[in-house]
């Protein structure tokens, strides 16, 4: 289905909660017996030609891209880009907040991927005030949000407020940001 929009035809899509989405990829994984590895590499590897065109259209074109991961199976699909992204030879940084040990299987098999391919990344801690994330945004390309997903329903404290307060200042200034899911700054606290 479609609609005349400036001339254009466009594509119509059903929005789904994060309850409705979890059971659909639960759905997917048992009843059509496709492992969640399979999909979270899926789901990584189709933000690829998205993170690409962004890239290409940022006044930063030529900056690194910046793949911001939670702990979460969302982190995961980051994880993947990342190691995608490194393959390609395109400038880019995987920044993961929170504890590696973490991470569930899936997306902890992504990280160890990532390290064993010697992709530039680093671990923030979620109380962590050491990255000057306004600062960090100047020097991007696109920001990857790859960290609440659909998994977070309660509000937004401390580091991860902190990271998405900078990163939505730096989206109105002009910063490409992708998100890999519900972009993070759709959640109670904002």
């Given at each position: 289905a479609g609609s005349a929009l400036s001339g254009k035809q466009t594509e119509c899509w059903t929005l789904v909660t994060g309850p409705e989405m979890r059971a659909l990829e639960e759905r997917t994984i048992e009843a059509r017996g496709i492992p969640g590895e399979l999909l979270m590499?899926?789901?990584g590897r189709a933000l690829l030609p998205s993170v690409l065109a962004l890239r290409a259209s940022s006044v930063r074109s030529q900056a690194t891209i910046r793949i911001l991961?939670?702990?979460?199976?969302?982190?995961?699909?980051?994880?993947?880009?990342?190691?995608?992204?490194?393959?390609?030879?395109?400038?880019s940084e995987t920044i993961l907040m929170g504890e590696v040990t973490s991470l569930p299987r899936d997306a902890a098999a992504n990280w160890a991927r990532l390290q064993?391919?010697?992709a530039p990344s680093r671990v923030v801690a979620l109380d962590?005030?050491?990255?000057?994330?306004?600062?960090?945004f100047t020097e991007t390309s696109v920001a990857?949000?790859?960290?609440?997903?659909?998994?977070?329903?309660r509000a937004i404290e401390g580091g991860f407020?902190?990271?998405i307060e900078s990163l939505c200042r730096s989206r109105r200034e002009g910063l490409r940001v992708l998100a890999a899911d519900?972009?993070?700054w759709l959640r109670p606290s904002h």
């Open positions: 590499e899926s789901a991961c939670g702990t979460g199976n969302n982190g995961g699909d980051g994880l993947v880009l990342a190691r995608h992204l490194f393959a390609e030879g395109v400038a064993r391919l010697g962590s005030r050491e990255i000057d994330w306004q600062e960090l990857v949000d790859a960290l609440l997903g659909i998994g977070l329903e407020a902190r990271l519900i972009p993070s």
